[in-house]
């Protein structure tokens, strides 16, 4: 048997692995084609017909006058301009907003540093901890001593600042 695959697998180009494996897959079907066909009985098989014409009447009346509803809720909703929604929240925006309101870093709350870009919460509690343990801030510098803000944080943050002398 293996000279014999060894010279098929020869002719053929596959090896002697492939070649088992392929003959005992069309063994396989073959066993299972022949169980199928001789085997289930065709004529024992019962089919039943169900009639589902009540309940598809009974959809379509449903979704006909759902549809009129649902139609007369979309014509009344509001109109949303997503162009404008997503540049609100667009970076340059932030800028534009805070442009003209910088905010007085010994006298803002916590709720006023967390507006500004870059700043949360975590970051807004160590500025107003490192204010009071050390009788204010004295430079906006002083900032870069403050755990949570780096160089390049302080770099987009400190336009949004000032110190009141």
Same mark, same amino acid.
């Given at each position: 048997?293996?000279?014999?695959?060894?010279?098929?697998?020869?002719?053929?180009?596959?090896?002697?692995?492939?070649?088992?494996v392929?003959?005992?897959?069309?063994?396989?079907?073959?066993?299972?084609?022949?169980?199928?066909?001789?085997?289930?009985?065709?004529?024992?098989?019962?089919y039943?017909?169900?009639?589902?014409?009540?309940?598809?009447?009974?959809?379509?009346?449903?979704?006909?006058?759902?549809?009129?509803?649902?139609?007369?809720?979309?014509?009344?909703?509001?109109?949303?301009?997503y162009?404008? +929604?997503? /540049?609100?929240?667009?970076?340059?925006?932030?800028? %534009?907003?805070? !442009?003209? @309101? =910088?905010?007085?870093?010994?006298?803002?709350?916590?709720?006023a540093?967390?507006?500004?870009?870059?700043?949360?919460?975590?970051?807004?509690?160590?500025?107003?901890?490192?204010?009071?343990?050390?009788?204010?801030?004295?430079?906006?510098? +002083?900032? /870069?001593?403050?755990?949570?803000?780096?160089?390049? %944080?302080?770099? !987009?943050? @400190? =336009?949004?600042?000032?110190?009141?002398?």
């Amino acid at each position: 048997m293996k000279k014999g695959l060894t010279k098929l697998s020869q002719k053929i180009g596959f090896t002697e692995t492939e070649i088992k494996v392929i003959i005992f897959l069309l063994v396989i079907f073959s066993i299972g084609f022949g169980y199928k066909y001789f085997f289930i009985d065709k004529n024992n098989t019962v089919y039943k017909e169900f009639d589902y014409s009540k309940q598809d009447s009974i959809f379509y009346a449903a979704v006909r006058k759902d549809s009129l509803s649902n139609l007369n809720k979309i014509n009344n909703r509001k109109r949303v301009d997503y162009k404008q +929604e997503v /540049l609100d929240f667009n970076k340059s925006n932030v800028d %534009k907003q805070h !442009k003209n @309101k =910088k905010i007085e870093l010994n006298s803002a709350d916590a709720r006023a540093l967390k507006s500004i870009p870059g700043i949360g919460e975590k970051t807004a509690k160590n500025i107003i901890k490192y204010r009071t343990d050390n009788n204010g801030i004295k430079k906006i510098k +002083e900032l /870069l001593k403050i755990k949570g803000i780096g160089q390049i %944080k302080f770099t !987009k943050i @400190k =336009k949004y600042l000032y110190i009141e002398k």
